[in-house]
């Protein structure tokens, strides 16, 4: 069975600073990992995926994440915030059957 | 745009009567999956096909769910004798490749039950 740890439930930062989101999983197999973000009222989109390769991941609208494999984490990272980054974030892990499991998401608030 | 659409976006009902979503998939993606999101957590799997075949369903989808894609294009989520409990968000998703293909998500059904 595969899992995934969100710690946090509301980050708040400024704007401007730096933007850590973090994210533990377990998989009993090597896993696929994904960061999606989600507006009001809307689906979930993909912010990056680490699938294979290197751990250092790049996405979208300057996000980046690192794969840790002894840490079994996939914490999500801007280095500065800005306003519209304000969503709720999902990280999910895929052991390729399929199907993905989410953590219950991080919201995010940038303050002026 | 060919992105994946959900019909309706809301839905309200009454408790006990049958409701029916529609996924309508990425044209060429071949994988479709089902999830619910309640307020405050994640989505969660539901079901999910690979063209018309379904090929696995969560414990969470009782036997008053049913999901069908015929000719493995469009799919439908039904719920009969709704309950209060159903309300949430029906998120549906579809994907390329099996694994290594990131989901893409629609904009979801809210479904509320009174």
């Known amino acids: 069975a595969q899992s995934v740890t969100q710690l946090g439930s509301h980050v708040s930062v400024s704007e401007g600073a730096l933007v850590l989101l973090r994210c533990n999983y377990s998989s009993s197999v090597p896993p696929y990992l994904f960061w999606y973000v989600q507006y009001p009222n809307q689906g979930l989109q993909l912010l990056l995926k680490?699938?294979?390769?290197?751990?250092l991941v790049k996405g979208i609208n300057g996000f980046e994440a690192e794969f840790k494999k002894s840490e079994t984490s996939f914490h999500l990272t801007k280095p500065s915030a800005h306003m519209s980054d304000a969503a709720e974030y999902f990280c999910a892990v895929d052991t390729n059957a399929g199907k993905s499991t989410f953590g219950d998401g991080t919201t995010l608030t940038v303050k002026p | 745009d060919t992105g994946v659409s959900q019909n309706p976006r809301h839905k309200i009902t009454k408790r006990g009567q049958n409701v029916t979503f529609r996924c309508d998939p990425i044209s060429e993606h071949n994988r479709l999956y089902w999830y619910r999101q309640t307020l405050g957590q994640g989505p969660e799997f539901l079901t999910y096909f690979q063209n018309e075949a379904q090929l696995e369903k969560s414990r969470l989808l009782s036997d008053r769910f049913s999901a069908e894609r015929p000719k493995g294009s469009f799919s439908t989520l039904e719920i009969q004798r709704t309950e209060q409990g159903d309300s949430a968000m029906y998120l549906c998703?579809?994907?390329?490749?099996?694994?290594?293909?990131?989901?893409?998500f629609g904009p979801g059904t809210r479904l509320t039950v009174t």
């Open positions: 998703a579809s994907s390329l490749r099996q694994g290594m293909g990131e989901q893409y």
């Open positions: 680490y699938t294979t390769g290197a751990t």
